[in-house]
């Protein structure tokens, strides 16, 4: 069990920067994912971490050691591979046990420890059969048990559930979950699932071209992302940017929407209203009923608990979240409104997002 | 449209055939020659046209071969000893040598992968003399070291170039997972590499063989009388004043035998080795 830290991080390919200065501090025990778009450098990140590859620049420390230097096997890290990444010639024992193999211990231990990882994967009636042989599902468990029989103070797990159907990685999802519960064992999980990213993590690392864009709780990145990159890239359907301005009506400062205006709490009223700005707002904040700005449902997409609808609005659209099976059809008119409490403004230019 | 791209693929797939065809013809005509003018007797196979009466049809040549089977015994032996030495010693050297070459960062890979087919690009002819100088100063002359020394020299470059595209195509993954695990290179290597690529190096090792096996030119300058292989035995059935070609015939496909056997027997491993070399490249 230890710490990771990594200290202004970078890695060339050739001319190619993929990570740029990557600052990341992940507590002992704590389970943190890597996310963002293919291309991000979230993998080469991990690699790094692994010791797959070598930082160009920067410092990796685990449990407080510098190990820039040491081969992975030295790091005491175990990692989980996409593909799986099994021997196809070995056997699921052998898979599991290569590593302690590889470190002389006697075939007894080894075969205890084994047993005892299968058992806990449920893998103990397939032991002796091939990779090939197996499901996909036991097949990533094998990946899993391969790793956890080590006992390592780090697990790696590099985008794990992308082969799996949607079913299985549900399912895979949650055993990984328990799995962090009972071994507490420091965890850096890549993957470009926003939703297995904060279903599974106790902080999450945004990552965007090379560097960490926010790292913080699933809560934290959720509610306040700190910019429209980060903003668009959590939640699902993802939210809605509206281009509007700020102006005062009626005494009270509100940002309009051409027919929609949403009531804001700004302090410097002045300096925001000249930059052209837009009001982000996930689609559980968007209420469809009798109050609002007049709008034509476009679209209706039942998920079973919710409905997304999205209303054609201002040349664009925008989606909203209902509760349960809605019986809405398309072109039927109604009217939209946001809730005040959870609506987020950027500046359009930067794409920041402005505290208010 | 529809009917048009059909039509297309239609033929696309004539041509392949068509050129398939031709191939199989030019390759398979020459075999058939040497196995029907194999069993004919000298008469009717010099006859224009050639006798294909029943008649002309004996096994006579076979039992000439047979009867001088000391020479032709010794050749197949002295083939078989230096195709066997050369493909064991091309494999054991050339297939870690073209891991290193795929997978490690090895300095200068490049220049040695240009030299390495470079090699390629001489012929023999260009070398023979010089190569015959050093060797009978070195007094390797007539000997089965000097046949595999050479085979070597060619067959070497072969096997590492064939099997780096093999090793290149195994997915790098199983060797991060092995480098995790505590492997060494030499132990993913060992451990893992070669298990996994027992199709392709089988291919590679039948491959070598047969280059061995029907080697001529250079058995020819080499070698006198002791060292000699297959190949020349079998020439020397045309003699200074008549060419025995039923004789030679015969002798020549006792010599193709065995590695037509080997290619029979293992078409599936070999077929599978090279498949797997380019579905996964």
């Given at each position: 069990?230890?710490?990771?830290?990594?200290?202004?991080?970078?890695?060339?390919?050739?001319?190619?920067?993929?990570?740029?200065?990557?600052?990341?501090?992940?507590?002992?025990?704590?389970?943190?994912?890597?996310?963002?778009?293919?291309?991000?450098?979230?993998?080469?990140?991990?690699?790094?971490?692994?010791?797959?590859?070598?930082?160009?620049?920067?410092?990796?420390?685990?449990?407080?050691?510098?190990?820039?230097?040491?081969?992975?096997?030295?790091?005491?890290?175990?990692?989980?591979?996409?593909?799986?990444?099994?021997?196809?010639?070995?056997?699921?024992?052998?898979?599991?046990?290569?590593?302690?193999?590889?470190?002389?211990?006697?075939?007894?231990?080894?075969?205890?420890?084994?047993?005892?990882?299968?058992?806990?994967?449920?893998l103990g009636p397939v032991l002796e059969r091939l990779p090939a042989q197996l499901s996909g599902g036991q097949q990533q468990r094998v990946a899993l048990g391969r790793a956890i029989v080590r006992e390592p103070r780090v697990f790696l797990f590099d985008e794990p559930f992308s082969n799996l159907d949607a079913g299985l990685r549900l399912k895979m999802r949650a055993e990984v979950k328990e799995l962090h519960q009972r071994l507490r064992v420091t965890s850096i999980f890549v993957t470009h699932d926003q939703e297995e990213a904060?279903?599974?993590?106790?902080?999450?690392?945004?990552?965007?071209?090379?560097?960490?864009?926010?790292?913080?709780?699933?809560?934290?990145?959720?509610?306040?992302?700190?910019?429209?990159?980060?903003?668009?890239?959590?939640?699902?359907?993802?939210?809605?940017?509206?281009?509007?301005?700020?102006?005062?009506?009626?005494?009270r400062t509100v940002f309009?929407?051409?027919?929609?205006?949403?009531?804001?709490?700004?302090?410097?009223?002045?300096?925001?209203?000249?930059?052209?700005?837009?009001?982000?707002?996930?689609?559980?904040?968007?209420?469809?009923?009798?109050?609002?700005?007049?709008?034509?449902?476009?679209?209706?997409?039942?998920?079973?608990?919710?409905?997304?609808v999205t209303v054609a609005w201002e040349g664009g659209s925008v989606v909203a979240r209902v509760p349960g099976m809605a019986s809405l059809v398309p072109g039927a008119r109604l009217h939209v409104s946001v809730d005040p409490r959870h609506v987020m403004l950027f500046d359009a230019a930067s794409g920041r997002r402005l505290s208010i | 449209m529809a009917g048009r791209s059909r039509v297309g693929a239609w033929l696309a797939r004539s041509t392949v055939i068509i050129g398939l065809a031709v191939f199989t013809f030019l390759a398979v005509v020459p075999l058939l020659w040497m196995l029907l003018s194999s069993f004919m007797q000298q008469q009717a196979l010099t006859a224009t046209p050639p006798d294909f009466a029943p008649a002309s049809f004996t096994l006579d040549n076979y039992v000439q071969v047979f009867s001088s089977a000391a020479a032709l015994g010794r050749g197949f032996?002295?083939?078989?000893?230096?195709?066997?030495?050369?493909?064991?010693?091309?494999?054991?050297?050339?297939?870690?040598?073209?891991?290193?070459?795929?997978?490690?960062?090895?300095?200068?890979?490049?220049?040695?992968?240009?030299?390495?087919?470079?090699?390629?690009?001489?012929?023999g002819i260009v070398i023979v003399i010089p190569l015959f100088i050093v060797m009978s100063r070195l007094d390797l002359i007539d000997t089965q070291l000097v046949l595999i020394i050479v085979y070597l020299s060619f067959?070497?470059?072969?096997?590492?170039?064939?099997?780096?595209?093999?090793?290149?195509?195994i997915p790098p993954g199983l060797e991060r997972a092995a480098a995790v695990d505590g492997a060494t290179v030499a132990q993913v290597f060992r451990l893992i590499v070669l298990p996994i690529s027992v199709a392709p190096l089988f291919a590679t090792a039948v491959f070598a063989f047969i280059e061995s096996w029907n080697e001529f030119f250079f058995a020819l300058i080499l070698t006198r009388q002791s060292a000699q292989t297959a190949p020349l035995v079998i020439s020397q059935f045309a003699g200074?004043?008549?060419?025995?070609?039923?004789?030679?015939?015969?002798?020549?496909?006792?010599?193709i035998a065995p590695v037509v056997l080997l290619a029979v027997i293992f078409r599936n491993r070999i077929m599978q080795g090279f498949a797997d070399g380019m579905v996964k490249g």
């Open positions: 069990m230890a710490d990771v830290e990594l200290q202004a991080v970078a890695k060339t390919f050739g001319k190619v920067a993929v990570c740029k200065g990557v600052d990341l501090r992940v507590e002992d025990g704590e389970f943190v994912t890597l996310l963002g778009p293919s291309g991000c450098g979230k993998t080469t990140t991990l690699n790094l971490i692994a010791g797959l590859e070598d930082a160009t620049e920067g410092d990796i420390r685990i449990g407080g050691q510098r190990v820039n230097h040491l081969t992975p096997f030295e790091r005491d890290v175990a990692m989980v591979f996409q593909n799986y990444a099994l021997y196809p010639h070995m056997t699921v024992a052998e898979n599991i046990g290569f590593t302690l193999r590889l470190r002389r211990m006697g075939r007894t231990e080894i075969a205890r420890r084994v047993s005892a990882v299968a058992e806990s994967l449920e904060l279903s599974l993590s106790d902080r999450i690392a945004v990552m965007r071209d090379g560097r960490i864009e926010q790292y913080g709780t699933p809560a934290d990145i959720y509610t306040r992302p700190v910019s429209r990159y980060v903003a668009r890239f959590i939640g699902s359907p993802p939210l809605d940017f509206l281009p509007g301005k700020i102006a005062t009506e009626e005494q309009r929407m051409g027919a929609l205006a949403v009531p804001i709490d700004v302090r410097t009223v002045g300096e925001l209203g000249n930059s052209p700005l837009e009001l982000g707002v996930r689609p559980e904040h968007v209420i469809l009923g009798a109050e609002g700005a007049p709008v034509t449902v476009r679209l209706v997409q039942p998920v079973g608990p919710a409905t997304f | 032996l002295n083939s078989f000893i230096v195709a066997l030495f050369t493909t064991a010693v091309a494999l054991a050297i050339g297939a870690p040598a073209a891991y290193a070459l795929a997978r490690l960062s090895v300095p200068g890979a490049n220049p040695i992968l240009m030299m390495i087919l470079a090699t390629q690009m001489f012929p067959n070497l470059p072969i096997v590492i170039w064939i099997l780096r595209g093999f090793f290149l195509a200074q004043y008549q060419t025995v070609f039923g004789q030679m015939m015969a002798a020549a496909t006792l010599a």
